[in-house]
Structure formats: structure tokens, C-alpha cells
């Protein structure tokens, strides 16, 4: 199961939704990715909507959602875009890490629609470079950790097959010692006369005075 991350802002309708998508986009085959409001608008916002449909990202599908939602859950990360969502964020159950990273709100923008929108494009050229920096470090991680899962695993193969040769040579020579014959090639043994093993080919013993 990979592990959960929730982006959270006040009310689920713009920046977390772009941090959503962009998340997803960049590294979606690592992690899940959700987010959630303090105080939920109830509606994603057009405009955001459009202006992420400008970069390739689809997120008519998503809903504004209360971090309520998630809380029996097992939420690994939690990322807050804005101040207030940062000082209302609970302790979610099994939390392993915590960041705020900060956005204007493009909803709060005034002027005409098409200033309204390019403050939307704004917002989200900087969620996008600071969430694609986050996935490019989680990839980055993932893959120092599974290098280093294979280097322990090959020295674990190599202390395994040195055991092996240890083994063998200390089996050959206990063979050697108990009867040379038996460290000669299998089918040169038929010609060899064994001779029983006796402990007084190996020790000297002193001759006996009397």
C-alpha cells in the first residue's frame, strides 16, 4: 500500500486541489494523494479548474472535501498551503511528518476576469515548482533507499557463497586428515588402499622408560 499524502488549505477549492493534481501528476505511482478544507467551500473553484487544465492536469473531477474525512485514517504526510489551515490542522492518526508551505489565495483576487485569472496562473506556477521539487525529493529517497537494499543485499550474497567456501575447504581437510584417500578425485579412489584412521599417525607420543 503506498503511503498517503493530504494537502490541506482553508476551503478545499483552490490551492490544495492544485497541489493535488500537480502531486498526482509528478508522482502519483509513489504515493496517494488527497486533500481537504478546515472549512470547506463545497466547490472547486473554476478557475482553477482551467488554469490547470493550461498545464495538462485534470481536476474537474475533484471535490471540495472536510479534513473530517480523514481523520480515522492512516495519513502519512500532511502539507498545509496556507496560514489558517496550518493553525486549524489536527494531529492526524499515524502522522509522520508535517509541512506549511504557504500561498496566496487566488480567490481572494479582485479586478477584471482576466487579472483574476492570471493571479490563478501565479498561484499555480508556484505550487507547481514547489511540488514537483517535493516529488523529485521523494523519488530521489526512494531511490538512495532501494540502492542501498540492493548493496545489502549483494554482501549478504557474498558473505553467504564465502560461508559456503569456508565450509567446504574446513570439510575437505577434516576428510584429508581423517583419511587422505579421500581428498583424492572420485575415480581414483577404486585404486587406493584406504588405510584406518589412527591417532598415532598424527601424534608422537614419547617412548616409554621403565
Known sequence: MKPTVLVLCTGNSCRSHMAEGVLRASAGDLIEVRSAGSKPSGYVHPMAIRVMQEIGIDISGHRSKSMNEFLEGKIETV????????????????????????????????????????????????????????????????????????????KKERAIARRKLMIGCSCHFVLWVLDPPFSKPLKKRATLNRRPFKLRRFLKFPPVTT
Open 79 to 154: 502539507i498545509t498551503v496556507c496560514g489558517n489551515a496550518d493553525q486549524a490542522c489536527p494531529m492526524f492518526p499515524g502522522q509522520a511528518r508535517r509541512y506549511h508551505w504557504g500561498f496566496d489565495d487566488p480567490a481572494l483576487a479582485r479586478g477584471t476576469e482576466e487579472e483574476v485569472l492570471e493571479k490563478f496562473r501565479e498561484v499555480r506556477d508556484q505550487i507547481a515548482l514547489v511540488f514537483q521539487a517535493y516529488a523529485a525529493g521523494l523519488k530521489e529517497g526512494i531511490g538512495r533507499l532501494e540502492r542501498r537494499r540492493s548493496g545489502d543485499a549483494q
